[in-house]
């Protein structure tokens, strides 16, 4: 199983990224997807997760009205829509995948996810 995110780079704040997750097996439909982040210094935190059917999305305090994750089946790929941008949301973004299969509420919890992304770099100046 491979994920493969893209999509970060550096922006001034209030500008937008997307960020897109592609993921090596159809069996992606039945996975839960989550977006975490780690900022330098700091340990991996929970941005966004999503459930298997593309429904049931759930978002970190921090980013609550400016992101949105979303799951496309058919492309076995997940998104995350990053707006109004911050200097804190400079970080390493990871996309990690459940194997669990259907699960009807993604965990927040990233050593939940068995399945990660290489990380894309967002860096936000002010």
């Known amino acids: 199983v491979q994920l493969q995110a893209s999509g970060g780079g550096s922006v001034q704040a209030g500008g937008s990224l997307r960020l897109s997750c592609a993921v090596s097996?159809?069996?992606?439909?039945?996975?839960?997807m989550g977006w975490f982040r780690q900022g330098p210094g700091k340990e991996r935190e929970f941005v966004a997760v999503i459930g298997w059917t593309g429904g049931n999305a759930d978002y970190a305090d921090s980013v609550k009205g400016r992101f949105t994750i979303s799951k496309d089946n058919a492309a076995n790929t997940a998104y995350l829509q990053m707006n109004s941008l911050k200097p804190e949301d400079t970080a390493v973004y990871y996309c990690g995948a459940d194997k669990r299969t259907f699960k009807l509420v993604p965990s927040r919890w990233h050593r939940d996810y068995d399945y990660w992304g290489q990380g894309t770099l967002v860096t936000v100046s002010s």
């Open positions: 097996v159809r069996i992606f439909s039945s996975w839960s």
